[in-house]
Structures are given as structure tokens and as C-alpha cells.
């Protein structure tokens, strides 16, 4: 990064040059940097927080979902989520995701989709993914926004991208850019053709803010299960009781108390419907809201929910949790029947069996996986843009899709084929939409991607 003097009112300074920008330090921004790095490229990672992790730390948002295949026998989710899994157990940070199946604490006692999930500490979370970007040689700069982006005269490449930082507004040049910002701001702001929510009514899923907290007598409630079956883990009678009394003001009815790998808990209990999660005014909605019906749900755990007398909140998330908002819409666009039949693609970059988890409405739906899938380069390729590629939640699929392939193991899948797939374009001088995918597949391998 240059060392520029910002002069104001003036011209926008230029202070970086890099060779790969990443945009968002989410799982796909991570994966994505570090591959591009480890094959030799100059990486910017920019990232408005200060910390890596995306929804994973600043949202508190955990487990890691299941990334073994439907049966929980193998692992699918391997190569760069594999090694970073491997991190955080070596440092008291996270449980082997093998070793854990359907139906316990950890997995909130659902009985389908929810075995082999990856409980982890954020806060190690957010160091190692640090370290591993070091490692790689990726540059990294938080406090940055990506708020605009210009092209190149002819249209067909992004030629700088605009950042709010402290100082300032500042802009990079970058060859090439992967948009990892959840939200697709970059492909946005260049112009390509998007997709939000749902196709037809823009309908987005409902928005959450996460909890963590301490004082749950698990052994009370392990007894429960047992006694009452999985589906009395959600709590709907006690729920049902307090808002007949009016003390249950969250419309989803129904817990998600996830344990994590010490004895503190993740809650996914608030709800934050007809939210757009690309609009600031939005954002404040689901922080004020979510916080509001934490207050609430905490004084009904204590109160109605026996062996949860003593919770005690540890933290809210500072990030609110934005499910579904902008993903490209690319020349081909990944569709729910792929997912229902197992489809195997010839240029695929993963293959994951990740159940779709609708969260329309109020309640939504649940469908778990029979068979696992693939996900295809192509819906990494941003349309008529050829430097940009999109990983993680803002890729090319349609929302029932986007409702099983976001969570965090695909989204480091994604990542790391991004990463690989830009270091190749940047290697071959060639368009994104046209590299040698047989070349990434197979580099990909050498990585431990599981692929068919
Ligand atoms: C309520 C809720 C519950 C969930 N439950 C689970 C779960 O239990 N397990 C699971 O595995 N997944 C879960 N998920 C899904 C998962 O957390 C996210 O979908 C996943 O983290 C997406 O990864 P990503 O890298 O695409 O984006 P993100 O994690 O959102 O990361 C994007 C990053 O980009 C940054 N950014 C955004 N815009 C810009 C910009 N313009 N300039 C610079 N930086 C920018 C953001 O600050 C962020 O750090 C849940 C999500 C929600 C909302």
C-alpha cells in the first residue's frame, strides 16, 4: 500500500496497486485471499470491520453447518475449511466436526441435516484467520469499504475500485477482483445484472442477530430429549405459553440453542422479517430490534425454559445476520433441481450435501439432503465484467439454492476455487469466463478439494 497524502477537498488518492483485490473478510474472502496469495499473486484483502470472519465472528453466527456428505461417513468439505478446522483444534479452538453427529447439544438435537457440524470460538476464529492471511502473504486493510467502482473505458473490466477508509475516500487498480462482500457491492457497483431475494416479489429471507450465552444446565435438558423426543428441543409449548401471557414478543416461534466448544451456547432465536440487508436503515432495524428481543428472550429462558433459571448473556453480535440480498446473475444460474438430483458438473469447484434451510416468513422450511451435489465455476463468473469473479453468498443461483449453499464450510469452498481461479486468469492473461477449468480442477485437487 502507498503512503499517500490525503488532501482534502482534492482528487481521490490512489494508494494500491495489487494484482488480486479481494473485497470482504467473510469465509469467502478469507479462502479466497490466501489461495490467490499461495500462488504467487499480490493480494489486498480489504475488509470494513476490523476483523476477519465475516458473519462467522462479527455475527456470531455458529457452527460451522455440515460440510460430510448426507450419510456423515466423509468429509466432502475439504481443502482450505479442512486445513482452518485443523488450525482452530490445535489451538483449543474449535471440535473435530467427525466426531460429532445429529441430535446432541452441539447440533441443537435436530435429528435430520445437522450432523458433522464445526463448533468453533470466534474470537480464535478471527485470530488464526489473521495468521493464515500473514502466512500466505496476503496484505490486509480493515476500516475499508468498497463504495464505488469505475471501468474501463470500453466497459469490459473494472479499472479502480473506491474505498471509504478513516482518512478518507481512497481508490486501488486492481487486475482483477473477487467479490466477497456477502452482498455482491462489487459486481453492484460494475453494473452487472443481479438478482435479490426472490426472483419475482424480491421477497429476502428473514434477518437474525445472534447471541452467546452461559448458564444453561445442559444435563436438564439432554434429560428432556430423551424424555420428550428432538422436536420438543425447539420449545414451541413454553413459547406458546409466554405469548399467551404477552411475553413473547419475537415473531419465529421457536429456539436454536447450539453448544459451543466450551460451555457456552449460541442462540439463533430472533427474528427480523422485511429487512433489506444492502440498506443501512435496514441494518440499524435488525441491530436495535435484534438487541430488543434478546432482552426479551432471555427473560422467558429464565422464567419459562427449566434448567435455563441462571443464562446470562456473554455478547450480541456487532454485525447484524443478512441472510439473502444481491447475487450476480450469470450466464448460467445454479437452479434447486441440480441440488434434488445430485448433479455432478463438468467444471465443478466443490461438492458439498448442505441442506436447504428456507427462511421465508415467519418460520420457513427445512428440507434436508438425500444426495450430495457440485457446484459449477461458472456461477463464480460475474456476466460482462471479464476481471471480476463472486464467491460465497452473492453467487449465481436462485434462492432455494442460496438457502443451502451459504452457509460458511461452501462458502470457503467457493473461496478457495475464486482464489485459485483468479491466480490462473492473472498466469494465462485471460478473461475469467474463459480459463482452463480442467487446470483449476485439478490445482484444486492438489489442495484437497474433494471433486468427482
Ligand atoms: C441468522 C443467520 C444464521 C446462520 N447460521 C449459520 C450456521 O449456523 N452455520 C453456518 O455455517 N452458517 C450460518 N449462516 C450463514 C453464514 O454465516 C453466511 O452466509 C456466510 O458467513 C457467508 O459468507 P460470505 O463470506 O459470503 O459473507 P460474510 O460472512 O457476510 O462476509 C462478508 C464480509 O464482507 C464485508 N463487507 C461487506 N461489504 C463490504 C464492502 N462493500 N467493502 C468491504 N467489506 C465489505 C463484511 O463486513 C463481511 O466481513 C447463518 C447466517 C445468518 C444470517
Redesign the pocket.
Known sequence: MKNVKFDFPGEIPLIGDPEVLV???????IAAACCAARRGRRVLL????FC?????T??L?????TSSDPEGKTQLIRGFFRELVDRLIAADGALEPMSLENCDAHSSWHEFGHHN?TPFNPEVFKRVAEEMCQESGVELLYG????AVIRSPGGERIRRVI?ALKEGLAAVDPRLVVD????G??AAFAGCPMMKGDETTGEMQA??L?FSLTGIDESRLQARKEALGWESMRFEKEIAEAAANGEYPIPRRRLGL?KADDDSWRA?VTRIPDVDGTRSADLTRIAVEGRKQIGAILKFLRKYVKGCEQVRLLASAA?P???ETRRIKGEFILREQSLIDGERFPDAILMLSNSRDNHFGLIGKYIPSTKSYTIPYRVLVAPGVENLLA????VSCDRAVLSAI????P?FGM?QAAGNAAALALETATPCARIDVEELRRRLRAENVVLP
Open positions: 473485497a470482504g473478510g467473510g469465509p469467502a474472502g480489504i475488509e470494513r470491520e476477519l470472519g465475516g458473519t462467522g462479527g455475527g453466527v455458529g457452527p460451522f453447518m457440524l475499508a469499504q468498497a463504495v474505498l466477497c462482500t456477502g452482498d457491492d462489487i434477518a437474525g445472534f447450539y439463533n454485525v445476520g443478512v441472510r464467491a460465497g453468498r452473492c451459504r452457509v460458511m464450510p462458502c473461496g
